[in-house]
């Protein structure tokens, strides 16, 4: 009796446990789904339940910058611009936007840094790098 019910709780755990990792799979999908019909609430809201369960899902981190980018709350855009790049430092997008950020805010210093990183690593973004070198060159020339 005793090793029945044992095998009975290891059946039932092996065919719950697909079924929840499979659930926390699709927050991120769900996240970028609202984001795209610009449903931004929810889509934050997805985005942070994946993060309870991938909380290295440097994608996560992303479109809440994205988010943050669009209600423009700076200092949320910022940290997780630099979470993404503390997970991958050579995340091109988030180096541009964090550059671009860092240019928005008068830090003209830091943001030629960040671009000057993301040119030497670049494969998507080299032509929008070099743009934004010439913005901040023309900021720093004023």
């Known amino acids: ?73 700076n200092d949320l855009e910022e940290q997780n611009l630099d979470t993404v790049m503390l997970i991958n430092p050579k995340n091109e997008e988030a180096l541009y936007n964090l550059a671009k950020l860092k240019l928005k805010q008068s830090d003209y210093q830091e943001s030629k840094k960040l671009v000057n990183k993301l040119i030497t690593i670049c494969k998507k973004l080299c032509l929008k790098s070099e743009e934004l070198i010439v913005d901040i060159e023309k900021s720093l020339s004023k």
């Open 1 to 73: 009796m005793n090793k029945i019910n044992k095998i009975l709780k290891l059946i039932i755990i092996l065919i719950l446990f697909p079924t929840t990792l499979n659930a926390n799979s699709n927050f991120f999908e769900e996240g970028v789904k609202f984001f795209n019909i610009k449903k931004f609430d929810k889509a934050k809201f997805k985005f942070e339940q994946d993060l309870v369960y991938n909380p290295k899902n440097e994608n996560a981190y992303l479109y809440l910058s994205k988010i943050f980018n669009i209600q423009k709350k």
